[in-house]
């Protein structure tokens, strides 16, 4: 079978297996047309820079696609004295001013504001309970969509799907919800109907990436100028995804374990692909644990129809556990709030304080450290410093 539909042969001519992202400069030097690539020009650009978007990072270098074409670079030493946190540093999606190097390393020397961001909470190793601090991890930013992929075979887990999506309404990014390897389960639309009702305000497709089946479905997101990423855990089958989508194996893939149908790690670093349609897919290893990170109007938009109960209590200051006159007390008695949905949001909260207390302390250390910056340059500026 072709590893991409009948409608998308159609539809992505072969016009399109470049994008048409090169234009001719003044020095007749091929350039690359960033718009292609989503960006699109806020603000003034200081004298000696030029923007880029981040498409790659390994460890400490990254590869950057500018107007000169794909470029190496890392970060200016001024940068790390700048960025107060992990999650200041650039990240694949994100849109960068550099001093360009035609010879060597490019220098990044600003991150500019991002439109949508997806984070997880870092335990730093720690068990969920037994972690002192808790940071901040940028995963991806810039995009439009986010495709949360999970399978269709016994490592399938509404719970987990909700979870993730949690932290996608979080983010500023569409929600989208894949069921990948529907070819290994013999009727799929029993878990289908499950996840809709579960989850009835985001689309859902269910697809197999080797016989194209759903494939087709997915053509409203893949459009030009457009950024989707892909998260879930290990082995959901991101990779074997975009390879459909690329027309090419772009990444490697390694069959499920059979004995709990879970994959293993094929993706080992983010990065950003261009498909032969325009649009762009950052890619992204596999996530054991989702931690959530400040995730509280992630919640508020996932849990809308629970919180409506809180209006209707007799007390302003309900808590919900043995009050008069609480609503949702009442409706767990009469079924019209399921247990199971009140239990899921009591889950995320419990989850949301925690990480806000364990990350609180840090962002008062900021806070104070800016302050202090701030008091010296002042301190130094009305001459209170000699030398």
């Known amino acids: 079978m072709p590893c991409i539909s009948s409608f998308f042969r159609g539809c992505w001519s072969a016009a399109f297996l470049r994008p048409k992202n090169n234009i001719k400069g003044a020095n007749n030097t091929t350039m690359t047309d960033l718009k292609t690539y989503g960006y699109i020009e806020t603000e003034d650009i200081q004298e000696g820079l030029i923007p880029g978007r981040v498409t790659e990072l390994r460890r400490e270098r990254f590869t950057v696609m500018t107007g000169y074409g794909e470029v190496t670079a890392v970060l200016k ?182 004995i709990d149908s879970r994959g293993r790690h094929t993706t080992t670093h983010r990065q950003l692909f261009m498909l032969p349609s325009g649009t762009m897919v950052i890619d992204t290893p596999g996530m054991r644990e989702l931690g959530l990170f400040e995730a509280g109007e992630g919640i508020h938009a996932s849990f809308g129809d629970v919180e409506e109960w809180f209006g209707k209590c007799r007390f302003a200051d309900c808590r919900h556990q043995a009050e008069p006159g609480c609503a949702v007390l009442a409706a767990l008695e009469d079924g019209s709030l399921p247990r199971e949905r009140w239990e899921h949001y009591l889950t995320q909260q419990h989850e949301h304080k925690y990480v806000q207390d364990r990350t609180g302390y840090l962002i008062s250390k900021r806070a104070r450290d800016k302050m202090t910056v701030m008091q010296g340059k002042q301190t130094k500026k009305n001459g209170g410093w000699k030398k």
Do not use: W
Request: with cysteine; glycine share 8%; net charge negative.
């Open 77 to 258: 030493g001024a940068f790390y004295h700048s960025a107060d946190t992990r999650s200041d540093y650039p990240c694949v999606g994100d849109f960068v001013l550099l001093q360009y190097n035609g010879n060597g390393d490019s220098l990044i020397v600003t991150v500019l504001p991002r439109r949508s961001k997806f984070s997880r909470a870092d335990y730093s190793g720690h068990a969920a309970g037994y972690a002192k601090t808790i940071q901040e991890q940028v995963v991806a930013t810039n995009f439009d969509y986010v495709f949360i992929l999970t399978s269709l075979n016994l490592d399938f887990n509404v719970t987990r799907i909700m979870r993730y999506l949690t932290q996608v309404r979080q983010s500023g990014g569409q929600p989208v919800i894949i069921l990948t390897k529907a070819d290994l389960v013999d009727d799929y639309n029993p878990m289908l109907a499950e996840v809709i009702n579960s989850i009835p305000d985001v689309p859902v497709h269910a697809i197999c990436s080797h016989t194209s089946l759903g494939l087709n479905e997915l053509a409203p997101y893949l459009l030009p100028g457009k950024t989707a990423v892909f998260l879930g855990m290990s082995g959901v089958g991101k990779s074997s995804l975009l390879n459909a989508l690329m027309e090419q194996d772009v990444m490697k893939v390694q069959a499920i374990r059979e």
